[in-house]
T-cell receptor, first 116, second 114 residues
Framework: GAVVSQHPSRVICKSGTSVKIECRSL??????MFWYRQFPKKSLMLMAT?????????EQGVEKDKFLINHASLTLSTLTVTSAHPEDSSFYIC????????????FGPGTRLTVT | AQSVTQPDIHITVSEGASLELRCNYS??????LFWYVQSPGQGLQLLLK??????LVQGIKGFEAEFKRSQSSFNLRKPSVHWSDAAEYFC????????????FGTGTRLKVLA
């Protein structure tokens, strides 16, 4: 149980275009989802926290207009990188948590974004 | 401030040798503690977690970790390392600030020599 999927697993886009990454909880309802960014050989950097039906809370230094997050349902959150540039190339990982009170996050497999 | 420290950036061990990866935390209350493993290009896999109770926690793949409140540590151990254990290991503490947020350590990259 507690499986989280991400789509796509890899995406290449041209500079200036936008790309959407989906994060789905497959067998549970995720009241909270998180989006992380991971640079090569680095730890995970939390970008934002999203709760179903409300606006995402962004971490300091993360541009909310560039990284649009939508948590439209209890099983789906999307991250849209708008007007992507090569410096946005990274590994993006989502995670999902339930309201069960154990504060455990379940991680997706990640999406490799390359902006050319 | 809440923080997680993994003092060892790289560790190299021989296959069959024992392993200990260190994790120290700074936290104002009783933390929830996690160890994750990440293979190259992959997401995070949960190895084990500590919420309460027995301070020695058993996880998957033969890993265990011990919560030591007096030392603010949650070190990961394995008695005999396999070549397939080569990966990046992350310690995390949560929740933080009344949210689900985790604080991750910087990771320890494990290399296993045949």
């Amino acid at each position: 149980g507690a499986v989280v999927s991400q789509h796509p697993s890899r995406v290449i886009c041209k500079s200036g275009t936008s790309v959407k990454i989906e994060c789905r909880s497959l067998d549970f309802q995720a009241t909270t989802m998180f989006w992380y960014r991971q640079f090569p050989k680095k730890s995970l950097m939390l970008m934002a926290t999203s709760n179903e039906g409300s606006k995402a809370t962004y971490e300091q230094g993360v541009e909310k207009d560039k990284f649009l997050i939508n948590h439209a349902s209890l099983t789906l959150s999307t991250l849209t990188v708008t007007s992507a540039h090569p410096e946005d190339s990274s590994f993006y990982i989502c995670s999902a948590g339930t309201s069960g009170g154990n504060y455990e996050q379940y991680f997706g497999p990640g999406t490799r974004l390359t902006v050319t | 401030a809440q923080s997680v420290t993994q003092p060892d950036i790289h560790i190299t061990v021989s296959e069959g040798a024992s392993l200990e990866l260190r994790c120290n935390y700074s936290y104002g209350a009783t933390p929830y503690l996690f160890w994750y493993v990440q293979s190259p290009g992959q997401g995070l896999q949960l190895l084990l977690k500590y919420f309460s109770g027995d301070t020695l926690v058993q996880g998957i793949k033969g890993f265990e970790a011990e919560f030591k409140r007096s030392q603010s540590s949650f070190n990961l151990r394995k008695p005999s390392v396999h070549w397939s254990d080569a990966a990046e290991y992350f310690c995390a503490v949560g929740p933080t600030s009344g949210t689900y947020k985790y604080i991750f350590g910087t990771g320890t990259r494990l290399k296993v020599l045949a």
